[in-house]
């Protein structure tokens, strides 16, 4: 009996000392942080696309008769998001077109992955300001975009592959046997646990509709004839069963990817799933931006030392 | 990575010990201090980043509904959020599709007649590409509509501030000689109890009958604001 009472009150502390040697090993055991590259790459990508969209309607955004000029902006935000600030504010209003300009440099230099320490701090800046500046014109595919350059802006990483400061580190004679860095490896980490987060959140919540137990949520989506996207109304309003697996197949991949992106034998199949599914979003409601966000920072999650010895032995 | 041999960008002090002790490349001569100085480094990486992931679920978990617990939490770290645009609830399309917000807006013009007419915007407009602007305008449209959502059932029955009603207005009216006053509508569509009906009862609906008033709700007037 004694002994029974010794292994449970040795429970706690074993657990929390095993909890925490696994945490730390996992957070800071150095892994191959090639991939970060491609997530740099597109997002800059994005960035950039988004900035010059942006430009369309510059004075829309940005003048001084636009939908929110700076001042209704910072009462809005005093009132709203007391700790939110933004560059923005401290730009006269006659420096904003060249601001915006200098804005896409700095966002087209960390795309191609030239000083990824500084250009992705000054491009997470930026995203943000922007963000903060124009609330009124937010969705999903912004705060994607801002959490994961956050990422990569917080550990200076980005640069690992497919970038002008690999290139010239390479010319200057740097050849690391391996791609393992630790701030490639927390900012991997980061980015994995920051989706499961939102893929699990996404799922869980669902769970209170009565749509997506029913198998109609697809059909609701796209009937939402706003998003003009590829029309599957007709197809889906005909075939009931069609519907109901639109529906269910996007519900469990969102609930169950946080725990079957893990298991390295479930994960191939997970990510098929989740990249159909943003890929199905885009096409039906034509939100491409930010299923491709999500998609890059899925990206993580495939081994770039897997990556590279499959590109070699071709 | 430019500078990736200085100070401690080195590979030696990124990949840590265990780069050390497996990396061909590198000598092998830590003293116990650079193994102390490193493990502890471990350490407060691994600590920070606990920390910083609790509070990225805590977020989460914080959005409505949830419990008082949560979102006391969620409370102590608000300037946490704000600051860095974290704390989001993730809850895309839940709990069940939302309805699209719809903005008209009617500019009353008067010309150099002194005749009345009337011009009117809608936001979104279907024909704005490409696709990201669509969204754009897509979102000032919901903002405007969860603006006077939250004014309509704030505490106190506050709906004086309408800071995004009126700065829509007064952009939509600038430029346009004439224009004396903007009135603002909002509607939402297709609406869900519509489309669940239309479901129940079996019918087979084509997007041009889903843009029909039978799927919309009701336009509400937001106001009429000048254009000055």
Redesign the interface.
Known sequence: MRLIFQQAARYPGEFVAQQ?SD??SF????VDGTMLGPVRLTLGLLAT??WL??G??FS?WFGP?????KA?AI??RR?T?????SLWDIVPQSVVAPVYGLGLIVILTWTVGF???WSGVITWLLI?ST??RL???????D?IL??FV?YLALTGTG??SL?I??W??SRNG?K???N????ST?AI??IQ??LC??Y???GL??L?????WSG??S???V??????GV?I??TL??HRMITALFTHIPLWTEILYPVLIWPKLWRPLIMILTVGLHLAIGLTL????FGFAMIAANLVFIDGEWLKAVLHSK | ?????NGDDQ?IA???L??RKT???LPNHNTGNDLERVSLK??M??IV??I??AI??IG??A?Q?SSLLEQALANKF??Y??????G??????????A??A?VTAKLKIRDDDGRIHYKTVRI?D?NTG???????Q???A???WTEYERELTAPGGDHS?H??A???A??LG??VAGCESVELFVHR??D?SA?ENA?RHGS????KE??TERFSTPIESLGVFPCD
Request: net charge positive; with cysteine; aromatic share 12%.
């Open positions: 925490w945490w730390r957070i800071t055991t150095p696309w988004n969209v942006m369309l309607d829309d008769f636009g939908w929110l000029p209704e009462a809005l009132a998001i007391p700790w939110g600030w000083c990824c320490r943000y963000m903060r609330p009124m014109m937010l969705f999903g595919f705060s801002s959490t956050l640069g690992e970038s400061d690999r010239l580190a740097f690391p046997i391996q393992k860095f630790l701030r927390v980490r980061l646990i920051h987060v939102i699990g959140a996404a919540s669902k209170r509709g009565e749509p997506w109609t949520a059909f609701f989506l009937a939402n004839s706003e998003f003009r029309s109304l007709e309003g005909n034509g939100l491409w931006e | 990575m430019i500078g990736l041999r590979p990124i990949s840590e265990n780069d990396s061909p490349m471990r350490s990486i691994a980043v606990a910083h992931l990225v679920l989460a978990l959005a509904p608000l300037g959020f704000q600051i860095l645009d974290l989001q609830g993730y809850r895309f399309y839940a709990p069940s599709p309805p699209t719809i979104p279907r490409p696709r990201l602007r669509l969204q754009r897509l979102a000032l919901n903002s405007l501030s800071i995004l009126k700065s829509y007064r952009h600038n430029g569509h297709p869900p489309l479901l087979k609906l084509t997007l889903l843009d």
